[in-house]
């Protein structure tokens, strides 16, 4: 598969137990942010997002908690499955066209069963 | 329903020449985002189209154009090509143009110039 990015920080779990994937994010305007997960050869895919009126917002199996304070992002997937092993990247939005969203370099994320 | 399409998905290019790229977004999207993906770089924002008008650029030289049909389908050229073009080209829609939308990406173009 195509790789999607060189150096980038690694998150290694075992099968079964929680991942956290932090991300700092860099205006403090932004007001709306998403995560994404890209596996080798294909194009992101959403996964979860949040407004700034929010602080956490749950899905199936995973949570995004915001920190407006620090400028912070983490993504929770519990029960962490093979299938999970991918890279993820948070994105934000200052408002206005989301079009124009600022993605965050990626963690990448490798499960081991 | 088809998700986004975007042609070719691979493209070898030599420098000085000109590319065209094309995405169809999903049925009924009528925003089409055109993103550049490098391993230095990561993804960064290149420009968006809703209604066949530009609404947003991102930082690239003008060398990067694009455009939008009547149909929502886009295309974006890159003229007089450089090495550091090489990269993944990815197009995203949605079905609208206000933030809180969510963005459906294509597999992307892998363009490599030599």
């Known amino acids: 598969g195509e790789s999607v990015g060189l150096h980038l920080p690694t998150l290694s779990v075992q099968e079964g137990d929680n991942s956290i994937i932090n991300c700092a994010y860099s205006?403090?305007?932004?007001?709306?942010f998403i995560w994404y997960k890209q596996e080798s050869g294909k194009g992101p895919q959403f996964i979860i997002d949040?407004?700034?009126?929010?602080d956490k917002r749950q899905g199936q199996r995973v949570t995004v908690l915001l920190n407006k304070t620090v400028k912070h992002l983490s993504l929770q997937i519990a029960a962490t499955q093979p299938g999970d092993s991918a890279v993820y990247f948070c994105?934000?939005?200052?408002?206005?066209?989301?079009?124009?969203?600022?993605f965050g370099k990626g963690t990448k994320l490798s499960v081991k069963p | 329903k088809a998700g986004v399409t975007q042609t070719p998905r691979y493209l070898i290019k030599t420098r000085g020449q000109q590319v065209t790229l094309s995405c169809s977004p999903i049925?009924?999207?009528?925003?089409v985002s055109w993103y550049q993906q490098t391993p230095g770089q990561g993804l960064q924002f290149l420009f968006e189209?809703?209604?066949?008008?530009?609404?947003n650029k991102g930082n690239f030289p003008g060398r990067f154009s694009g455009r939008q049909f009547s149909n929502s389908r886009s295309e974006m050229n890159v003229s007089t090509l450089e090495l550091g073009d090489s990269a993944l080209y990815l197009c995203?829609?949605?079905?609208?143009?206000?933030?809180?939308?969510?963005?459906?990406f294509g597999p992307g173009t892998r363009l490599t110039v030599l």
């Open positions: 995203a829609s949605s079905w609208r143009d206000t933030t809180y939308n969510e963005q459906f």
């Open positions: 189209y809703f209604s066949e008008t530009q609404r």
């Open positions: 049925s009924g999207h009528r925003s």
């Open positions: 994105a934000e939005n200052t408002g206005g066209s989301q079009g124009n969203l600022i």
């Open positions: 949040i407004r700034s009126n929010m």
């Open positions: 205006n403090s305007a932004s007001d709306y």
